[in-house]
């Protein structure tokens, strides 16, 4: 049997594999990159995008590509809880100051024709890898065949395919991760359900795109909502693990009925019409997986996944294929040995999760719906949304310009509270009106 040897080969070809396999191929790396999947291929996932996401993707020269989808530019974003509404605007990343919500069979099939012209890029759609191929302790390629796409049998003839490194970018259930049997650790289980849809004829949250949260305290759930390409507006509610069961018996009603727990939702819902089916996701657990081990690499959701609320997961799957990308360059550049290779992924699993700490726990304390809201978190988050400085910085922890672990540290708080407070004071002591906020939604306007 030939034995095609590439530099590496990349299982699963949406953000994390393709925009792993541009990254390489930029360095002269030739790559195969397979999908068991052919594009335009919808999956589970409704993403917001943001600066830090759009920086990455300009630099394999996509961005432009994507803006060309004409999606609206959401510079506000929205959190209301009971009353109180916090609107900030986010401060600009790389100067991208929007976030973008494009449906995933947009996203990435532009990202994935535009990486598949690229030149040291192969690509195979509608390839399923069942296997790895180990040559002494360390895995060499890939085994697998055609999958079972538009109307085809899937199954037949396996082929095998070597390369020097196989990276798994293949998801949450990565197949990759299960036959290297990649350890998880930090393992939290999955607080949220979450149903998503798009719809036509959502009335807008405010006279501009935005997106929109609304937390309901007494019933534990969160309603996102957020004007997406092709003048769409996606739905979604995440809603206690608890709830999934229950919800599925009538699930394609689900946001209208909790649209009239919300009034300003039950309002801007009032024409609204569904256009795509509404998609479910059971509860799925947190972690974090060993993302590397002898000849192979996990990178995206395969090695690192959270609740999906506050939108972090391809930011955090382009950053690992850019670490994951940087660890190989160096283990090539070191000579090619096992402790060149050791170092250097060494680095990227650190980093990684240095980088992801703090937002992986803010993840999980966000999620938690069913947890009781304190008069000093409601206090807290008052006094942010009483600020529009304090607004955009707040929100700007989701693009990346505002570092979780400096917004959550004593002295930041103390600032933002204590600041809240001096105002009311100054306002009761000499009748100065403290300052307000003065964006506004169509709601309260
Ligand atoms: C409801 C929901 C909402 C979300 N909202 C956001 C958001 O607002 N913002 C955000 O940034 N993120 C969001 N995410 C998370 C985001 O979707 C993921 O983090 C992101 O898709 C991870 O990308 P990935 O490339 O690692 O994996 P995936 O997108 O899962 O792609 C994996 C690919 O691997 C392929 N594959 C799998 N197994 C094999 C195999 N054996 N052989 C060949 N191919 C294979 C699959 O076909 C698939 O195409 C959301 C997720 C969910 C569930």
Redesign the pocket.
Known sequence: MQRIKYDAII???????AVMAALLARENFRVLL????TFP?T???????FGN?FEILQRIGVLEKIQALGAPKLRLYQTQIGDVHLRGRMLPYAGFDYAYQIR?ELYDEVIFNHVAQMPNVETRLG????ELIWEKGRVVGVR?ARSAVRGRVGGGDEIEIFADAVIG???????IAERVNAKKYNVIPGHTC?Y?AYYENVKPAASEPTATIYYDAGEHFAFVTANSDSELTVI?ISLPATQFERVRQNYKNVHFEYAQKIPEMGERMREAKRVTPV?G?SPRDSFYREPFGNGWVL????AYYKD?LP???????LRAAELATQAFVEYRAQGKTARAWNDALRVYHKTRDRETKAMYELTNFYADLERPRTPQEMDFFRAIASSPKWSSIYVSMFNGVTSVKWFQRLDTMMRILLGWKWGRLKAKLFRVPPIENKERTNATA
Not at 34 to 37: A, F, K, L, Q
């Open positions: 299982v699963g070809a949406r953000a994390a594999g397979v999908d068991r999947v291929k999956t589970l996932s409704c993403p917001l995008t996401t995933r390839f399923n890898v069942t697998g970018a293949d998801g949450v259930f990565s197949t979450i998503f979604s998609y996701v990178i995206g959701d395969a999906p939108g972090q997961g391809i930011h955090d799957a």
